[in-house]
C-alpha cells in the first residue's frame, strides 16, 4: 500500500510570543523605524530580553535586559509591545 505524502504540522500560534517586530512608518514625518524584541535563554539558566530599535536599513542600538524567571521576562516583552504599539508601531507582516 501507497504511504500518504507527508505534510508540515499545522502552524501553532503561541499565546507567549518569543519575538516581536514592529515597525513605524510615516513618509510625511519622514519616520521609517523598526522596533524588534526577542527572548532568549543565557548559559545561567536565566532569560534575556534583547531590544533592539532603530531607523530601518539600519543596524540600529540594541539593549539586553536578564531576568532569572522567564515569566517575568515573557511580561516585560509584552509591555514593551503595548508601549510600542500605542505610540503607532505594528507588526512587521515581511519579517
Known sequence: ???????APPRQFSLFPESARLQRIDPATNCW?????????????????????????TTGQERRERFGDPVAAQKELMR????????????????
Open 80 to 95: 514593551w509591545m503595548r508601549v510600542k504599539q500605542r505610540r503607532g508601531y505594528r507588526e512587521d507582516m515581511d519579517g
Open 33 to 57: 523605524r523598526f522596533y524588534r524584541l526577542t527572548l532568549q535563554d543565557d548559559l545561567f539558566g536565566g532569560t534575556v530580553l534583547v531590544r533592539s530599535w532603530g531607523r530601518l536599513g
Open 1 to 7: 500500500m501507497p504511504k500518504a505524502p507527508q505534510t
